[in-house]
Structures are given as C-alpha cells and as structure tokens.
C-alpha cells in the first residue's frame, strides 16, 4: 500500500521554529518528486516547496523563501521540511504529496500543479501562536 505520514506538526511561538518529515512507504523515491503544501481554514491550499527526485531543483512559494528550507534522504524514504522564524500566518495543516515518473523519464521534477501530484498525506498540524 502506499503512503505518505507527515509528522512534526504542533504549536509553537511566532520566531520559533519546526521540523516537518513526510515518511513514505510501498514505493520508493527515487523517481519521486517531493512537494509540501498547506491548508488554512477557509483558505486555498498552497504550494509551498519542491524538491525533485535527486534534489537537484528545489522550489518555494514567495511566501516562505529564506525561512523554510525542504530535503529528502532518498535511502530512509523520508523528506523533511525545516521551518524557521514562524508567523502566525503560517498556521495551517501542513501535507506532503508525491508525484512519480517512470525510470525512464529520469529525474521527477516538481510539477506546476498541486493536481499534478499522484499521492497525499494526511497532514500535520502547524499553529503559532504566542
């Protein structure tokens, strides 16, 4: 069966930080590209970080540049998402999603489009507050 586990969600101080991983497990990430998207309530969802299947390309939404930062270690199936100097504003519930090429295709690189992901996390989640 396949699956993707976020964890690491909880709350924490405006400035503070996190640490989010996505584990994955019936598939392996070596033709897998890694994004993370978030959720608030009544909000749409956002894109906010890619990382491609070697790691080669990594993408962040506007919102989050210079502060989050994602990586994946491919052998223990897991990427990470480390989250510095939080806001209120990045309150929301935090997924990982996985979107899988053929061995052939080479590397998976990050898609344009959260509809463009094959595979969903439950969520975590984020909220800051003081």
């Known amino acids: 069966q396949l699956r993707l586990v976020e964890s690491g969600g909880g709350v924490v101080q405006p400035g503070g930080s996190l640490r989010l991983s996505c584990a994955a497990s019936?598939?392996?990430?070596?033709?897998?590209?890694i994004g993370w998207y978030r959720q608030a309530p009544g909000e749409d969802r956002e894109v906010i970080a890619c990382?491609?299947?070697?790691?080669?390309?990594?993408q962040y939404a506007d919102s989050v540049k210079g502060r989050f930062t994602i990586s994946r270690d491919n052998a223990k199936y897991m990427s990470n998402l480390q989250m510095n100097n939080l806001t209120p504003e990045d309150s929301a519930t935090y997924y990982c999603?996985?979107?899988?090429?053929?061995?052939?295709?080479?590397?998976?690189?990050?898609?344009?489009?959260?509809?463009?992901?094959?595979?969903w996390g439950q969520g975590t989640q984020v909220s800051v507050s003081s």
């Open positions: 990382i491609s299947s070697r790691g080669t390309s990594t």
């Open positions: 999603a996985a979107r899988v090429v053929s061995v052939s295709a080479g590397e998976a690189m990050c898609p344009r489009f959260l509809m463009e992901y094959d595979y």
């Open positions: 019936g598939f392996t990430l070596d033709h897998t590209a």
